[in-house]
């Protein structure tokens, strides 16, 4: 396990103008439930960080909690619905990323399907707060 002097495994961050600006790119459609849910001056929870600013949970191998033990963020990464498409998010440290570059083997990777990657999305929409929007998706590569 990596070593975290912080006292806990999540921190209230304030919501700075970065992060209401990655806020309205991950939900661009929906700028006023972002106001509403997330607004300037108030806080939101991530999860703690590393010495290096990196997720406390992260090791050499991937992540180190259980698949039902992950907060809903990382059960859905590095896939993202939007505009009615699956998406990748470009991270250059996500191990899983570095074996596969296309979704298609990602999902194989991750043991999930389209409909598996939905539910996840929409959880995860409630969760944060947002109303359940259930769109088809379609897969590139």
Request: with cysteine; proline share 5%; net charge positive.
């Amino acid at each position: 396990m990596p070593e975290y002097a912080g006292g806990g495994f999540s921190r209230t961050i304030a919501n700075s103008s970065l992060f209401m600006e990655s806020m309205y790119r991950l939900f661009p459609q929906e700028e006023q439930r972002v106001n509403l849910l997330f607004p300037m001056g108030g806080n939101h929870l991530s999860l703690a960080l590393n010495k290096e600013k990196g997720c406390f949970f992260l090791g050499a191998a991937g992540c180190l909690l259980p698949g039902l033990a992950r907060p809903r963020f990382c059960l859905l990464f590095p896939f993202w619905v939007m505009g009615g498409g699956l998406n990748l998010f470009n991270d250059h440290n996500c191990l899983a990323m570095q074996e596969c570059r296309r979704p298609s083997s990602l999902m194989l990777l991750f043991g999930v399907d389209r409909a598996e990657i939905m539910r996840r999305y929409a959880l995860l929409r409630l969760d944060w707060g947002f109303t359940q929007k259930v769109e088809a998706f379609r897969v590139k590569g």
